[in-house]
T-cell receptor, first 117, second 109 residues
Framework: ETGVTQTPRHLVMGMTNKKSLKCEQH?????MYWYKQSAKKPLELMFV???????ENNSVPSRFSPECPNSSHLFLHLHTLQPEDSALYLC????????????????FGPGTRLTVT | DAKTTQPTSMDCAEGRAANLPCNHS???????VYWYRQIHSQGPQYIIH???NNETNEMASLIITEDRKSSTLILPHATLRDTAVYYC??????????FGAGTTVTVRA
């Protein structure tokens, strides 16, 4: 248990569906992150939120829509996905996501395994 | 962030120390060396980080050369549960963890 939970753990959706991934951190951290890990590829950073404000969007297609209502919760809303979007989606949090030097470690959730059919 | 180079894979025997090398010859003075690992189909797990000095925690030790151009992660007594992909990451701040391919470590009984 890392203190970061993700639901659902597995999701199968059609290309016309709309679904949401949820992440919650119980660590009192200020920053939260979404990563994507496709099969046999390195993790790719998608979004960064710091104190509920989006500070990084790594050229992610608009069919992925993040939402951060507070520092403890992060959502990834999915719509009209493509089969190539099938991947493991990981959420992470860190103490002080201010882009400052003196780096903090990130704590990852278990991920949501998404399959788009 | 500085680029890192790690071996693709390595094996080690259960109960023995595992020494994982990482080259980061372009590291700059304010960049930290981080190590994470990812057990199959799980989220990455933070192991240890350092700037200049060697570091040790309950999981591992990190040895950074004096010129900071390379480092070694040491798992003192490897167990089967240490089988994972190990990532060496160099970065200046806590954004943009950039994961490469890492080293696939297989601990054998």
């Amino acid at each position: 248990e890392t203190g970061v939970t993700q639901t659902p753990r597995h999701l199968v959706m059609g290309m016309t569906n709309k679904k949401s991934l949820k992440c919650e951190q119980h660590l009192g951290h200020n920053a939260m992150y979404w990563y994507k890990q496709s099969a046999k590829k390195p993790l790719e950073l998608m979004f960064v939120y710091n104190f509920k404000e989006q500070t990084e969007n790594n050229s992610v297609p608009s069919r992925f829509s993040p939402e951060c209502p507070n520092s403890s919760h992060l959502f990834l809303h999915l719509h009209t996905l493509q089969p190539e979007d099938s991947a493991l989606y990981l959420c992470a949090s860190s103490q002080d996501g201010g882009g400052l030097a003196g780096a903090r470690e990130q704590y990852f959730g278990p991920g949501t395994r998404l399959t788009v059919t | 962030d500085a680029k890192t180079t790690q071996p693709t894979s390595m094996d080690c025997a259960e109960g023995r120390a595992a020494n994982l090398p990482c080259n980061h010859s372009t590291i700059s003075g304010n960049e930290y060396v981080y190590w994470y690992r990812q057990i199959h189909s799980q989220g990455p797990q933070y192991i240890i980080h350092g700037l200049k000095n060697n570091e040790t925690n309950e999981m591992a030790s990190l040895i950074i050369t004096e010129d900071r151009k390379s480092s070694t992660l040491i798992l003192p007594h490897a167990t089967l549960r240490d089988t994972a992909v190990y990532y060496c990451i160099v970065r200046v701040n806590d954004y943009k963890l950039s994961f490469g391919a890492g080293t696939t470590v297989t601990v054998r009984a």
